[in-house]
């Protein structure tokens, strides 16, 4: 088996999953297989270290919940006893608490924050305006012009925040997922 066949039947046994996960999934792969033949390993040998394209793609079917026709969760691992799947969640609870918590709280704040901020500068000329009305100051082309300015970056900065938003939110929901995985029933790739 070559790249190209492998890549084909890792995206035949996929079928399962939205079009968009499953090109991410292809993608990375790819880059598995550059970053493997730049290292000087052969296609057979990048292919003996990733696994067959059906255990990979049986774990990103577990992974994203999907558990195909031909292959139940069973056949993969064993199922966990009520007592493990409670430690295992316990842990999980902790890891989760002391590791994620903190950096997961101080992304989603820049990202809340970079998300007002855009807002705020696209209605800064309107609220430059505002201010003159309701003020006795003469009018100041300078706050005006300033609030111009603020409004264009954040007319860029909102179109940023629009595209990094499904990136977000996709990553947090695969967080999510690998951990009721690894509860259910583990996962190596995850």
């Known amino acids: 088996m070559n790249k190209e066949q492998f890549l084909a039947r890792l995206e035949q046994r996929l079928g399962e999953l939205p079009n968009r996960e499953r090109q991410d999934i292809l993608y990375d792969y790819q880059e598995h297989f550059q970053a493997g033949l730049e290292e000087g390993k052969t296609e057979q040998e990048v292919i003996v270290a ?6 990979i793609a049986r774990e990103q079917l577990l992974l994203y919940g999907i558990e195909g026709s031909h292959t139940t969760s ?7 006893s009520g007592l493990q799947k409670t430690l295992l969640t316990i842990g999980l609870i902790f890891l989760n608490l002391i590791f994620v918590l903190a950096p997961f709280v101080a992304a989603f704040a820049i990202y809340l924050s970079l998300w007002i901020i855009s807002v705020a500068f696209i209605i800064s ?3 430059a305006l505002i201010g003159e009305i309701i003020s006795e100051d003469p009018f100041m082309w300078f706050e005006f012009f300033a609030g111009v300015a603020l409004s264009g970056i954040g007319i860029f900065l909102f179109h940023g925040m629009k595209k990094i938003s499904p990136a977000c939110g996709r990553l947090v929901s695969r967080y999510v997922k690998a951990n009721k995985a690894i509860i259910k029933g583990g996962s190596k790739h995850v």
Request: aromatic share 6%; charged share 10%.
């Open 74 to 80: 069973s056949q993969v691992h064993p199922q966990r």
């Open 50 to 55: 990733l696994g067959s394209p059906e255990s």
């Open 125 to 127: 000329p309107f609220l």
